[in-house]
Nanobody, 119 residues
Framework: QVQLQESGPGLVKPSQTLSFTCTVSGGSITTNNYCWTWIRQPPGKGLEWIASIKGIGSTYYSPSLKRRTSISRDTSKNQFTLQLNSVTPEDTAVYYC???????????WGQGTQVTVSS
């Protein structure tokens, strides 16, 4: 059974950097068919894709967030990470890590981390 466990801050100030780590168990993040993904859901809004990293290491970013976002991984720890720079209150959301399978389905999710950006 694949499990994803996120860690990240709960409250940050505007202009700071958000950093998240997703630790994966029950499967390797280097497996070719899967794409490891960060998603968020602002309050009262739908899900928004942020970035993904494939098993082979290729990275993909939402055009609207690309300038402020970096996704990476540590294969020795089976973790992938997200950094979001220069945050504003509009970045307040629940942040999720998830796995996208070969059928383009997000089949496993982390528990979600609530982040509030406020001074």
């Amino acid at each position: 059974q694949v499990q994803l466990q996120e860690s990240g801050p709960g409250l940050v100030k505007p202009s700071q950097t958000l950093s998240f780590t997703c630790t994966v168990s029950g499967g390797s993040i280097t497996t070719n068919n899967y794409c490891w993904t960060w998603i968020r859901q602002p309050p009262g809004k739908g899900l928004e894709w942020i970035a993904s990293i494939k098993g082979i290491g290729s990275t993909y970013y939402s055009p609207s967030l690309k300038r402020r976002t970096s996704i990476s991984r540590d294969t020795s720890k089976n973790q992938f990470t997200l950094q979001l720079n220069s945050v504003t209150p509009e970045d307040t959301a629940v942040y999720y890590c998830a796995r996208r399978n070969g059928d383009f389905v997000l089949d496993y999710w982390g528990q979600g981390t609530q982040v509030t950006v406020s001074s």
